[in-house]
């Protein structure tokens, strides 16, 4: 298949292929007149329709100067595909070769996915500027995602991962996924035995697939990955570098990145079936994660819930402190838009109405230089809900917000309750006061996922309390967006959970 064939634009198509256990599926080619006019008998809103032998996804263009549409499309052109090609049930041949690979045969398939890259940048290059045809991250913020692909595949922290989130009884992960390791005198002995996995990734931010692959090759799983509609291009990158560079290998042989619709029944009701895989993981809204839970009851199944980040900021903020608070608070604010679930979202400012102001209005201040650095994308419906908010239930907030033209790009509300739900995550923070921190604590439960506290003796006196209420971290303002191999993710440390722990 030559590179030309896939991954380029060519009259407003890019051609993705999938990679289904080893091979590089390309789509057929269709003209672009048979896709609009496919599209054309469906409603504006759709951005999926499915041919005999394609399917297609549409993404409206932003204007990267702008950072609005432009009213026109990119069509990602895919090929259709049999769920029973996806599913593994040649449990001799995974016994005998992907599932008896050693640590060492894992970093060095990265290392040879990492030196495709590497020797392949224009190729990278190519893809990040595709992907940002249609993203609403800003550039500097993509360009630094594409260049950190080398850190997140590198074989330090793959091995920090195993060796951390696998550990047992005081011994490494790698012995563990290496073979069996003695338990109990001679004769009872413990492994990390590799399962089949099932991944349905989440577009919110482009990291997402790549973790699921990262974490399926970790675990030497015979993986299918889901690609997330915003975010295919980059599993698709990771699928091209994984047949190039390594098309033999027993990882690449096991492993299938595809799309397909959410719901289509002829693939869910195939690969959601309880023989077919031995765990699940689930990322994305409330809708998604329902639906998979209900269609794989007897399939152990990792839910990665919908959350969101709060920061609590404390009095000594109004003591010389306010500025630090805020520019701390503004990295945590602006992590992708407000669109992972470590953005902060709402913010406790323990003070007067009069100090919360103050707040608001350097917040405000901080917001417009970020934007005029870092210029913004907003939806209409963002831009909708803000107004909404502003003549309905919240006309009588606060407001200090800032606009380009008559567009709403970042801000800040102040009022006394808020509903979550009705929070459209485009740099706007809710500002709730209250008379001490500790009053903050009844708004906090397992749907935050990160709170940022400042000061940093307000965060050790409270950490404990915030944490048993189901939130997942409690870190200093302003380093909630921070990651180190092997951390927990929603409380769990994922690759465990993705192991079968076997006593043999």
Request: proline share 5%; net charge neutral.
């Amino acid at each position: 298949m030559r590179s030309n064939d896939v991954l380029t634009l060519k009259d407003g198509i890019i051609r993705i292929p999938f990679l289904i256990k080893g091979k590089l599926i390309a789509p057929p080619q269709l003209d672009r007149s048979q896709i609009e006019k496919a599209f054309s008998c469906a409603d504006s809103a759709t951005t999926y329709v499915k041919f005999s032998q394609a399917q297609v996804v549409r993404e409206p263009v932003i204007d990267r100067r702008t950072m609005k549409y432009t009213g026109g499309y990119i069509y990602q052109l895919m090929p259709v595909f049999t769920a029973e090609d996806l599913i593994e049930k040649d449990f001799d041949m995974l016994a005998n070769t992907l599932y008896s690979l050693s640590v060492n045969d894992i970093l060095k398939y990265l290392d040879n996915i990492l030196a495709y890259l590497c020797k392949n940048r224009i190729t990278i290059s190519r893809i990040a500027g595709l992907y940002g045809m249609t993203s609403e991250y800003p550039d500097a913020l993509l360009n630094k995602w594409f260049a950190s692909m080398t850190e997140t595949l590198n074989r330090k922290n793959a091995r920090q991962m195993i060796d951390s989130e696998l550990s047992y009884n005081g011994r490494k992960g790698s012995d563990f996924l290496n073979g069996w390791v003695k338990a109990d005198g001679d004769t009872i002995f413990i492994r990390a035995m590799p399962t089949r996995q099932l991944h349905i990734t989440a577009g919110n931010v482009p990291e997402v697939p790549i973790i699921s692959i990262l974490r399926a090759v970790l675990t030497k799983s015979a993986a299918v990955i889901k690609l997330p509609y915003g975010a295919i291009l980059p599993g698709a990158l990771v699928a091209l570098a994984a047949y190039n560079a390594t098309p033999d290998h027993p990882i690449t042989q096991n492993l299938s990145l595809v799309y397909w619709q959410g719901g289509d029944e002829s693939i869910e009701n195939v690969l959601f079936a309880p023989d077919a895989f031995d765990r699940v993981v689930v990322w994305g809204g409330p809708d998604t994660i329902a639906n998979v839970q209900s269609k794989t009851p007897f399939t152990k199944t990792i839910s990665l819930n919908p959350r969101y980040g709060i920061s609590l900021i404390g009095k000594e903020a109004f003591s010389g402190h306010l500025q630090e608070a805020v520019d701390r608070a503004l990295t945590d604010v602006t992590a992708y838009n407000q669109n992972a679930c470590v953005s902060s979202l709402v913010h406790y400012v323990e003070g007067t109405e009069e100090q919360a102001n103050e707040y608001a209005r350097c917040l405000q201040q901080a917001l417009k230089r970020h934007d005029d650095k870092t210029p913004n994308f907003t939806s209409p419906e963002a831009n909708g809900q803000v107004k909404r908010m502003k003549r309905g239930r919240y006309a009588d907030a606060k407001w200090y917000l800032n606009y380009k033209g008559n567009d709403f790009v970042s801000g800040v509300m102040i009022t006394d309750e808020f509903d979550i739900l009705e929070h459209p995550a485009s740099r706007l923070v809710v500002v709730r006061p209250v008379n001490s921190l500790d009053d903050a604590l009844k708004y906090v439960n397992q749907n935050v996922s990160a709170v940022g506290v400042f000061p940093e003796e307000r965060r050790l006196e409270l950490k404990d309390r915030i944490l048993a209420r189901g939130v997942s971290s409690v870190l200093p303002l302003g380093q909630c967006e921070k990651v180190f191999a092997g951390m927990p993710h929603d409380g769990m440390m994922i690759l465990n959970q993705l192991v079968d722990w076997k006593v043999g």
